[in-house]
């Protein structure tokens, strides 16, 4: 669980690259009357059609019954957005990996900050 104004999370590393067989989750929690904004910094997971092998999904709220706010794997600026906001004061981010995962893939570094909840309506 990652709570507070700001923070910084990233995927598990076995060398340069990220390990197989993962399943990880990081509960975002910002102060009341914030919403979380998500930056990706760094993103590089192994590419598939429809993000069907390794893939990093952010959903609204604090659990995956949520609304997918996106399913995101490859590489590079392309491959995901500047940012995603939540509309509440939770974020779920899940990262999978899948038994072939281990290459060359590198992974990902996100920056979360809280911003004032009438953020979203911009």
């Known amino acids: 669980m990652l709570t507070g104004l700001n923070g910084t999370l990233q995927s598990p590393k076995k060398g340069l690259s990220y390990p197989p067989l993962l399943s990880c989750d990081w509960l975002i929690t910002v102060p009341e009357g914030n919403i979380v904004k998500l930056h990706f910094d760094e993103f590089d ?47 779920l981010v ?20 809280a911003e004032n909840e009438t953020s979203k309506l911009k």
């Open 45 to 91: 997971v192994e590419w598939s059609s429809g993000c069907r092998r390794d893939y990093l999904e952010v959903f609204d709220g604090n659990n995956s019954n949520g609304n997918s706010i996106g399913k995101f794997c490859g590489y590079g600026p392309y491959a995901y957005p500047q940012s995603v906001r939540s509309s509440g004061r939770n974020m």
């Open 94 to 113: 899940h990262f999978r990996s899948d038994f072939m995962s281990g290459g060359y893939e590198r992974g990902f570094k996100l920056t979360f900050t």
